[in-house]
């Protein structure tokens, strides 16, 4: 899903890290962005970098890690 703002283009996925990185529970945190990003196809480097920046904006640096070591999905 595709979000368009006066700010730009969002994607779903963006969106739900930023609501997900508000929780005050960092171990529901943690379990709810590693599921997420098991559902996003990686299918451009431009998108595993936007999850990595998007992860290490976050204090999600572990998830950014991991996301870079998989890279794209083919």
């Known amino acids: 899903t595709t ?3 006066e ?3 969002r994607q779903g996925w963006e ?3 930023e609501i ?3 929780l005050d529970d960092r ?3 943690e379990t709810s ?3 997420l ?3 996003i196809p990686l299918s451009s480097v431009e998108q595993v970098d936007r999850v990595v920046q998007l992860c290490c904006e976050m204090d999600l640096d572990q998830h950014g890690r991991k996301v870079a070591e998989v890279g794209v999905a083919y």
């Open 27 to 29: 171990e529901k945190l």
């Open 20 to 22: 997900l990185s508000r």
């Open 37 to 39: 990003l098991e559902k």
């Open 7 to 9: 700010t730009g283009v």
């Open 15 to 17: 969106m739900a890290i």
């Open 3 to 5: 979000l368009e703002s």
């Open 33 to 35: 962005v590693a599921e």
